[in-house]
Nanobody
Framework: QVQLVESGGGLVQAGESLRLSCAASRSIFSMGWYRQAPGKQRALVARITLCGNTAYADPVKGRFTISRDNAKNTIYLQMNSLKPEDTAVYYC??????????WGQGTQVTVSS
């Protein structure tokens, strides 16, 4: 079993920044962030592997940066130039290919215009 502990959500104004953190209870090959806005499906925001390979959803490219501290089993999502459409519950995801996937409890990010 893997526990994921998220932190860093909150309420900000458009144009401001937030940083999300997700600490895993052990090392996992791939970790990332997904988000779900009201009435919409959960969607990928960004992912990062143990090797540091990253992938981003088009709406956040150039504004969000995902990083990883392997010694702490922790990932970070630096979110800059936030927009109201970034408002969602952000979920940490950990994926061990061929084994299983784990989800965090979610953290609310609200961006006011």
């Amino acid at each position: 079993q893997v526990q994921l502990v998220e932190s860093g959500g909150g309420l900000v104004q458009a144009g401001e920044s937030l940083r999300l953190s997700c600490a895993a209870s052990r090392s996992i090959f791939s970790m990332g962030w997904y988000r779900q806005a009201p009435g919409k499906q959960r969607a990928l925001v960004a992912r990062i592997t143990l090797c540091g390979n990253t992938a981003y959803a088009d709406p956040v490219k150039g504004r969000f940066t995902i990083s990883r501290d392997n010694a702490k089993n922790t990932i970070y999502l630096q979110m800059n130039s936030l927009k109201p459409e970034d408002t969602a519950v952000y979920y940490c995801n950990a994926d061990q290919p061929g084994v299983r996937t784990w989800w965090g409890q979610g953290t609310q990010v609200t961006v006011s215009s």
